[in-house]
């Protein structure tokens, strides 16, 4: 059994910084690609940003690209997301998933899911 925890989500303004951490159990975190993804009110699941299990390659969606690093510590099962010059078009929520296989952007591909953290940039 894998589970995530997510955790880091907060009010910050915009322009700001917040760093999100993923927490995995299990012992083959290792062998997992870990992604990032976003869902607003009322709008779909996005992906925000991915790695490959050796942290080798990662991957980002156009719109966070320069501002958002992925990244990961398997010595603690951990996987961050460091959000800098935040947007309120960044306000969502949070959430990060694990799929045994290589990086992928679509949502449906990803085996493991957190329970989400809430993000929310102000004006």
């Known amino acids: 059994q894998v589970q995530l925890v997510e955790s880091g989500g907060g009010l910050v303004q915009a322009g700001g910084s917040l760093r999100l951490s993923c927490a995995v159990s299990?012992?083959?975190?290792?062998?997992?690609?870990m992604g990032w993804f976003r869902q607003a009110p009322g709008k779909e699941r996005e992906f925000v940003a991915a790695?490959?299990?050796?942290?080798?390659?990662?991957y980002y969606t156009d719109s966070v690209k320069g501002r958002f690093t992925i990244s990961r510590d398997n010595a603690k099962n951990t996987v961050y997301l460091q959000m800098n010059s935040l947007k309120p078009e960044d306000t969502a929520v949070y959430y990060c998933?694990?799929?045994?296989?290589?990086?992928?952007?679509?949502?449906?591909?990803?085996?493991?899911w957190g329970q989400g953290t809430q993000v929310t940039v102000s004006s």
């Open positions: 998933a694990a799929r045994s296989d290589t990086i992928v952007v679509v949502h449906w591909e990803y085996d493991y």
């Open positions: 299990g012992r083959t975190f290792s062998s997992y690609a």
């Open positions: 790695i490959s299990w050796s942290g080798g390659s990662t």
